[in-house]
């Protein structure tokens, strides 16, 4: 099923693209016969994949065996184009890894790449010159789609690029082999390419020597910048990327795999929009059994997305997409800070003990009366990291847990109480589990069970309703507001921003049980 969330509230609905079509960064869903405004939006749409996978993909095989295979995926996305081109749209997304798959080696994908010329340095349109470079049917087909579509065309696939032995850095075999995104234009000119920097485990494919930082112009919405899957967690290309004020929209292909409570892909998509108030269409490849699903289209005020881990089938999502995204309120023009509960945490954190570490532990002054044996402090691995845990049980309250330099507080009301434990976790560290880089997180989490070591599990279902104020005094600018609700469904905060040099989220009236709510912050710098 297609979920629409939206501002302060979650509702469910159905995408109903021949009666109706989501309107993203707006407060309304609208019919699409009869709308104002229409040159204020452009229409989207993403596919999430279930690709047809070489049997055995470390097995060599022709040229022509592998075309056999990737035509079949292409067979299904020409499918999807003319569908969505039916719809109106103007840019299609579709994801990493659909056309030819995974799990190869270095030797065993070389007969899935296409060659690929710099679009910098060639003006070329594959459709219309088919025969001007050797091995490069894929990109013919692709190109000839966004032809047939009228509508621009980013895919992912492999390609390669002769080198020569005077390149100190040229591979053994004589080449690099890459993973790549391709933009085409509605008139099936290959306008730029993206190669994927960060890596994530892919012995196929090389390290690019300089980073791609790709953005390309459209006329319906002005400049898009491309990046691919693993890419999101780190500073080159996503955030450099943003440095242009003029990028307001990410194309994102990924092969993500879901990893709960807070890295679901669903979850990372719909956070990176919101903490860079821009807009992002991610396309994830469809394997639930790799726990591989997740896509959407994502506002920083709204989301249409797609999780299904039952059905074994793709999935298309169509959404009209505020060209001007509108970003959340910020505490500098809020109009209700005079909420009893702003206030309270206004209150709090202006008498906020201060927090300094020796070498064992976190010291803090006692000025503010904490009730520091409230809840009792304990330790439980969640996404690999040891975090440091206090137990959220009463029905209202507010807690503070510290980690290195980080301290992280909660203020909360429940309507009632579940029979479900949460917690609320701090950790400051180096992550070096399947990636190496350094976080800083707040987080609050149903745990798997009622026992401690249960807090970190992967959920997704939970029952528990809460009214919140979630803070931390971190030590970088760069903070993703992580939320997930019962069911893998997503909430959007009412109110983020910095208040006297900590970062907070603000959440009322969830539609559904709480699963994570989390700042994840990233410290670059410290990777």
Known sequence: ????????????????????????????????????????????????????????????????????????????????????????????????????????????????????????????????????????????????????????????????????????????????????????????????????????FEAAFDTPRQVDHTIFETPFAGKFGVFTCFDILFFDPAIRLLGDS????????????????????????????????????????????????????????????????????????????????????????????????????????AGDPYCEKDSQEVHCDEATKWNMNAAPTFYSEMMYDNYTLVPVWEKEGYLRVCANGLCCFLLYQRPTLSKELYALGAFDGLHTVHGTYYVQVCALVKCGGLGFDTCGQEVTEATGLFEFHLWGNFSTSYIFPMFLTSGMTLETPDQLGWENDHYFLRKSRLSSGLVTAALYGRLYERD
């Open 246 to 349: 003029e990028v307001k929209h990410i194309v994102f292909p990924a092969a993500w795999m879901n990893q709960l409570p807070l890295l679901a892909a669903i979850q990372i998509q719909s956070a990176f929009a919101i903490a860079f108030g821009v807009n992002l269409l991610a396309a994830n490849i469809h394997h639930p059994s790799l726990g591989m699903t997740g896509s959407g289209i994502h506002t920083p005020l709204k989301s249409v997305w797609h999780h299904d881990m039952e059905n074994l089938t793709g999935h298309l999502i169509i959404a009209k997409v505020a060209k001007n995204p509108q970003g959340l309120v910020g505490t500098e023009n809020a109009t209700d800070q005079m909420d009893p509960s702003h206030g309270k945490f206004l209150k709090i954190l």
């Open 1 to 200: 099923m297609v979920r629409i969330m939206s501002g302060a509230s979650s509702r469910l609905a159905f995408l109903l693209c021949g009666c109706y079509m989501v309107a993203l960064g707006v407060h309304t869903m609208e019919q699409c016969v009869a709308e104002d405004h229409q040159t204020d939006y452009y229409m989207a749409a993403v596919y999430e994949h279930q690709s047809i996978l070489s049997l055995n993909p470390l097995a060599l095989t022709s040229r022509t065996q592998a075309l056999e295979l990737m035509n079949q995926n292409l067979d299904i996305y020409e499918q999807q184009v003319m569908t969505a081109a039916q719809k109106g749209v103007q840019i299609i997304v579709f994801p990493e890894d659909g056309i030819h798959g995974f799990n190869f080696t270095r030797t065993s994908i070389y007969p899935f790449l296409d060659f690929m010329p710099s679009p910098q340095l060639v003006r070329w349109n594959p459709c219309l010159e088919p025969h001007r470079f050797n091995d490069t049917e894929v990109l013919q087909r692709l190109s000839c789609m966004s032809i047939k579509g009228d509508m621009f065309l980013v895919a992912n696939l492999g390609t390669k690029q002769p080198c020569q032995s005077g390149d100190q850095g040229c591979p053994r075999d004589g080449r690099y082999q890459f993973n790549t995104n391709v933009v085409f234009s509605n008139n099936g000119t290959l306008v730029d390419r993206y190669r994927k920097y960060n890596l994530y």
